[in-house]
Antibody
């Protein structure tokens, strides 16, 4: 059973870089069966897709965040990570890692739904 | 940019039926699949509908999804409402550039 777990600092100062890691267990980060994503949710607000990375290394970013975001994979640690530069208070949110399954034969909810989510980690931007 | 618009909140009584809409801003919402997620306070979202109208295993058949091309909208319908259905619901789709889009979310109150 695939599981995802976010980790990283809970407090980041304004103008600094937010760095989070998602550790994948129960499956391989380099498998062609999966596609990995970061999604965030400011307190009391809705979900916002940040970006995604395929097993090929191809990345896709939310246009509104693209200039500040980098998503990468570390296959040796079975992890993928998020870096968000020049943060402000508006970046305060619960950050989730999630995946989509690319193989309809094993997908729980098709290949277009975010299938597995981490529990989320709260990141506050404050001095 | 492609956007999905949902009502901020809906409410209905137990046992009744409620429908939550999700309207696409441009193009045809029928061009790409729509998913629906349920999110309870303090928890990550879970899928209740995928590919417009499919239910994952374990989701009751009280939940159904549909697409109305005439209004460029997707809908989530929950029949036989239970108090446990009270949650936030989000629609989600994607555009031709592999950019994911979430609706703003709808708070369902079952009173």
């Amino acid at each position: 059973q695939l599981q995802l777990q976010e980790s990283g600092p809970g407090l980041v100062k304004p103008s600094e870089t937010l760095s989070l890691t998602c550790t994948v267990s129960g499956g391989s980060i380099s498998s062609s069966d999966y596609y990995w994503a970061w999604i965030r949710q400011p307190p009391g607000k809705g979900l916002e897709w940040i970006g995604s990375i395929y097993y090929t290394g191809s990345t896709y970013y939310n246009p509104s965040l693209k200039s500040r975001v980098t998503i990468s994979v570390d296959t040796s640690k079975n992890q993928f990570s998020l870096k968000l530069n020049s943060v402000t208070a508006a970046d305060t949110a619960v950050y989730y890692c999630a995946n989509k399954c690319t193989d309809p034969r094993i997908a729980v909810a098709g290949v277009h739904a975010f299938d597995i989510w981490g529990q989320g980690t709260m990141v506050t931007v404050s001095s | 940019n492609f956007m999905l618009t949902q009502p901020h909140s809906v409410s209905e009584s137990p046992g009744k039926t409620v429908t939550i809409s999700c309207t696409g801003s441009s193009g045809s919402i029928a061009s790409n699949y729509v998913q629906w997620y349920q999110q309870r306070p303090g928890s990550a979202p879970t899928t209740v509908i995928y590919e417009d109208n499919q239910r994952p295993s374990g989701v009751p058949d009280r939940f159904s999804g549909s697409i109305d091309s005439s209004s460029n909208s997707a809908s989530l319908t929950i029949s036989g409402l239970k108090t446990e259905d009270e949650a936030d619901y989000y629609c989600q789709s994607y555009d031709s550039s592999n950019h994911e889009v979430f609706g703003g979310g709808t708070k369902l109150t079952v009173l």
